[in-house]
């Protein structure tokens, strides 16, 4: 994101992704003080925090003062983007207290009230600047080097700057960007009208299970009976969910249709040739990336064919179906970690990355950068938030004592040095990162996690059953992951033919493809009907075009990861620049200098070749059990 022309719009998206918790356990009270986050580190009181939103708002209005003016000199260009770059990085600090604080009560209105107070006045914020793209687009572009040559201090926004000229086409007048800009605020309906049908107002099915027992078929069950080990239960908890989505088809297929349009309406009117160009272009992705990554995968299908192959054969089944999917293929393996030894195990495993790195995390352990526990009401799920400049960045767990809760840690954690690291190594103007890189460094500690765990555990049914979550982290990373993104590319080509999008047309695209990627018609695994509904469950695809994101970060991570637990000292070095670059250059560019080039085959090879060298270790145990 482009810093100094943009405000909160990213950071109000990212904390509106996490859907609420829908299970408590204790009060907020009972949790000990230093296993909840600080959020007094980036203000002392609510009373602080008013203060400094009054001021930033008063200091605000000084930008309209430059609107007429911005190709006048450089140093007038200079003052205007320090200026609202202070603005956005202090809009940012007051926005992050609220949200933290809402987020572990989410039924406290005046949290609620507060965080929705500070977005609104970004947001008609963001109106009155709609002069500045316009304006920065009338500059010449000569006039604009010049401007960079002459004043030192806007060599920190040159690449910002110029890029005003390879989005000049996408760039409207200042009426338009007026009316744009004003058209944002109903963008979200769809979104916000689906999670409240999805998440608060459905009314869920009863079931009775093989035992007798009758439960409601909602979110929370149907999360614990997939995993169930008997197969009887799952069929009947699948069935009775989607069975149940089914009911709502059309519903869920005009609020996805609603916001597929507003994507199309977005693209045209900014002169995109399309909506999948419209998304990427901004942090300068080529579209070949996204078309690849379908291709790569789709060519790839028979490795995770195999994948489900070795999962049927190790539960047993005769014919494994897609209900069988999320349930354990090693059954009585239960690895239970309390929160100090999860710590402990991310240390140990994030030690190739050196001292810095692993100081760092101790620091964030200690110093209430993490609040770790469920309580009652607090926001389910997990994030870290780096966007606190000045401050440090945050991360919100609810960690139940499983290896996925030590897991999921230790990929909040990579967020979280990737934040804190371009923090403290570039300018704010460039400290943010693009979407596309963040979940490299996520992805990256999982894989040296899982590298370190793979060599300390011994026992086989042990070692199956982490090299088993090893495979699961390739099937829905990169695998379903980009099931989506065809499934999100294949319907915004069908909006933009003229086909109408309802919810029936959705649920057979939807089918067709996973079928595909399953493998149905071989057998392989058993797509049901009813799996159609699919699309309606998952909120991601009304984020544009943002799924595929898991996809390459993960291919790209392991691929760097690779290198670094060979012991690749050069390879190290890299890494840590690029946690450390933040948008100092495009985030392709980022990537080839750490050692990765995505306009290639190669990262996905070798992601491949490596999946496949897990399967042939598993293969290798069950052969010596028999």
């Known amino acids: 994101m482009n810093k100094p022309f943009h405000f909160l719009f990213g950071i109000a998206m990212l904390l509106c992704l996490i859907t609420p918790s829908l299970k408590a356990q204790k009060e907020r009270s009972e949790i000990a003080e230093k296993d909840t986050w600080n959020v007094y580190d980036l203000y002392e009181s609510n009373e602080a925090w008013s203060a400094a939103k009054d001021k930033l708002i008063e200091k605000a209005a000084a930008l309209e003062n430059y ?63 709609a002069f500045v793209s316009p ?32 989005m000049k086409k ?67 908890v699948f069935d009775a969910f989607w069975n149940h989505y089914k009911k709502f088809e059309g519903t869920f297929g005009e609020l996805l249709s609603g916001q597929v349009k507003n994507h199309i309406f977005r693209a045209e009117a900014r002169h995109y040739e ?113 966007s606190a400049y000045d401050v440090h960045p945050y991360i919100l767990l609810n960690y139940n004592g499983d290896y996925d809760a030590v897991t999921t840690t230790a990929h909040e954690l990579g967020h979280t040095m990737h934040s804190y690291f371009s923090n403290t190594r570039q300018p704010y103007a460039t400290a943010d990162y693009p979407i596309f890189l963040a979940e490299v460094a996520s992805t990256f500690n999982e894989a040296l996690l899982a590298d370190y765990m793979e060599k300390k555990l011994k026992d086989d049914d042990v070692r199956l059953s982490l090299l088993m979550t090893m495979l699961d982290g390739f099937k829905g990373t990169l695998f379903r992951q980009t099931q989506f993104a065809e499934f999100e590319l294949r319907m915004h080509e069908a909006a933009e033919a003229g086909q109408p999008l309802t919810g029936q047309a959705l649920s057979k695209l939807y089918y067709d493809i996973t079928s595909k990627y399953y493998g149905n018609d071989e057998g392989v695994c058993v797509v049901p009907q009813y799996i159609e509904m699919e699309w309606a469950f998952i909120p991601h695809f009304y984020y544009d075009y943002y799924v595929y994101q898991y996809s390459t970060s993960f291919v790209a991570s392991q691929a760097l990861a690779a290198e670094v637990i060979k012991g690749d000292k050069e390879a190290t070095k890299k890494y840590m620049d690029f946690i450390s670059s933040g948008s100092s250059d495009w985030a392709i560019n980022t990537l080839k200098k750490a050692g990765v080039d995505m306009m290639s085959s190669e990262p996905f090879d070798s992601t491949i070749a490596n999946m496949n060298k897990i399967m042939d270790e598993i293969e290798k145990i069950l052969d010596k059990k028999k």
């Open 274 to 386: 399309s909506t999948l160009e419209a998304a990427l272009k901004g942090n300068n992705i080529p579209v070949e990336v996204y078309h690849s990554l379908v291709e790569n995968v789709n060519k790839n299908l028979p490795t995770f064919h195999r994948y489900l192959a070795l999962k049927k054969r190790m539960m047993g089944l005769d014919t494994l179906k897609y209900s069988d999917l999320y349930a354990p293929a090693v059954k009585g393996v239960e690895l239970k970690y309390t929160y100090e030894e999860g710590q402990k195990l991310i240390l140990d495993a994030l030690k190739p990355l050196g001292k810095e790195y692993t100081s760092t995390v101790e620091k964030a352990f200690s110093n209430r950068w993490i609040d770790v526990y469920p309580t009652k009401g607090k926001r389910s799920g997990a994030y870290s938030n780096g």
């Open 135 to 166: 304006e920065l687009a009338a500059i010449p572009e000569e006039t604009m080097k010049k401007f960079i040559n002459e004043e030192e201090g806007l060599k920190i926004y040159e690449l910002q700057l110029m890029d005003t000229y390879r």
């Open 67 to 129: 609107k007429g003016k911005l190709g006048s000199s450089a140093k007038t260009l200079l003052e205007f983007l320090t200026l609202s770059g202070d603005i956005n990085k202090e809009g940012s600090r007051l926005y992050i207290y609220t949200s933290l604080k809402s987020d572990v009560d989410l039924r406290n209105q005046e949290n609620q009230s507060l965080k929705k107070e500070i977005r609104q006045a970004f947001i008609t914020l963001g109106q009155k600047m």
């Open 170 to 236: 996408h760039t409207l007048s200042e009426p338009e960007e007026l009316l744009m800009a004003k058209a944002s605020m109903t963008s979200g309906t769809a979104s916000s009208v689906y999670g409240v049908l999805s998440d608060a107002e459905m009314i869920w099915p009863k079931a009775t299970l093989s035992d007798g027992t009758e439960i409601e078929v909602n979110k929370i069950n149907y999360s614990k009976y997939r995993v169930s080990p008997n197969v009887k239960d799952r069929e009947i």
